[in-house]
């Protein structure tokens, strides 16, 4: 195997805020181990080894978002410089040069790029992590002298940015490369063991509301082993967890699962005899036998586009909706809308659970497709991270939403028919809203 000489250019602002959007925690964790995944991504889907030969990181040093973890607190994203530095990235100062806010990163990159495209090394490729698709003249130059180009965009971007890319990756590629195969069962069951720890809600005694939470945790107890003891067969956590959710109320998101953060952790606190976990199921190993795995498939099973309608083709092509069944987008909204209700989110393991699930009804999806429905609902207004998690209309509307809003950003205008057609093909009542009829 060869070495591919590789400069790979990083527009911190664009590329950390989006990752933000997707999943705050997994952010928070890849902006300070970038050494992590810039090392695997040395490797990642390539035919040669990339060598790192240029790393660069243009940032901000006043830059700031709100805290998405502390409210009220600022999040300074100068606080990440050493963990880029310490990884061999050269940080680049990028101040704010107008009223607006708005710092030269982009003016900065594409002089460092068309500089190095006529360095004596001749890199190989050039790696752009940036949503920006101002950058699209810039990927034209490259293809023209016939360097190969790989874009990490971790927010919606131009369809003709990411057709000009040799490579293409999202938040969901380097969230994965943050988390190694190898390395996952321990860390849950670490995780799982602290937490209950810390928030030991069964021998809490604090005064105030603590005894209707109280209450409502040896509620939750009953029920479970209620259904864990009457049962014949192993327990859908989703069904159960959204059945206790739709009971109990605001004390399961206020209380995030009694302190468990999730179900499934929850329900280990209770200490159920012979009891055993599968990603979906829950059982009693002394009265139930194993659920049966899900079908091994494709990781990913690769999207063969299905003859669809020629107006729905079109939102496919122009805002990169998933060019999934009619009959498969209700399943993809409702098995969302029970990983929402039913565990603490993260993207990865959201569209992981959320595929199988899926599976398991019958229904073939990318994870790639769920991100672009997890994206979607995010930006329409069903973000899948908020404790009052979206039902599965929501998302719905919400993608449906997004996926307009895409077509008119690429400048595509649909007529009223055209919308109504696409809403149809969502599975989406639209007919008395402005998503439809008042969006142009």
Known sequence: MGHRRSAMFIDFDNFFSGLLGSDPKAALEL????????????????????????????????????????????????????????????????????????????????????????????????????????????????????????????????????????????????????????????????????ILEAHDVAGDTASGGRSNDEEAWREFCEVVRSDYESSEVPINCARLASRIHADLGEVVTRTRWFGGGTFRKAVERIGLPNLNFSPHHFWDSARHPAPEPVQPGPSDPPEVPAPLPPGI???????????????????????????????????????????????????????RALLYVIRGARTGGADLSVDQAPDAPAIGRAVLS????QAALAGFSPSEDEKQDLADWLAVDASSSRLVHGMQ
């Open 31 to 194: 902006a300070e181990r970038p050494s992590a995944w810039i090392h695997r991504l040395a490797a990642h889907d390539a035919d040669d080894v990339r060598r790192w030969l240029v790393l660069r990181c243009y940032m901000n040093p006043s830059g700031s978002v709100a805290h998405p973890l502390h409210p009220g607190e600022r999040l300074y994203f100068s606080k990440f410089r050493p963990f880029f530095t310490q990884a061999g990235v050269e940080v680049v100062d990028c101040p704010s040069l107008t009223r607006g806010a708005k710092n030269g990163a982009d003016i900065r990159i594409v002089i460092d790029v068309m500089t190095a495209l006529q360095h004596e090394t001749c890199y190989d490729e050039f790696v752009l992590a940036s949503s920006d698709a101002d950058f699209t003249p810039l990927l034209q130059v490259l293809r023209a002298h016939d360097r190969r180009t790989a874009i990490i965009a971790t927010g919606s971007t131009a369809v003709a940015y990411e057709a000009l890319a040799d490579q293409y990756l999202d938040e969901q590629d380097l969230f994965d490369l943050m988390v190694p195969a190898q390395e996952s069962e321990a860390g849950v069951a670490e995780e799982a063991a602290a």
């Open 313 to 367: 083709t079109r939102f496919c092509d122009v805002a990169k909706m998933p060019r999934l069944p009619q009959d498969h987008w209700p399943v993809v909204f409702e098995v969302l809308s029970e990983y929402a209700r039913g565990f603490d989110f993260n993207l990865s393991e959201a569209s992981k659970w959320s595929r199988d699930r899926a599976r398991e009804l019958g229904v073939e999806v990318s994870r």
């Open 402 to 405: 997004s996926v307009l809003e």
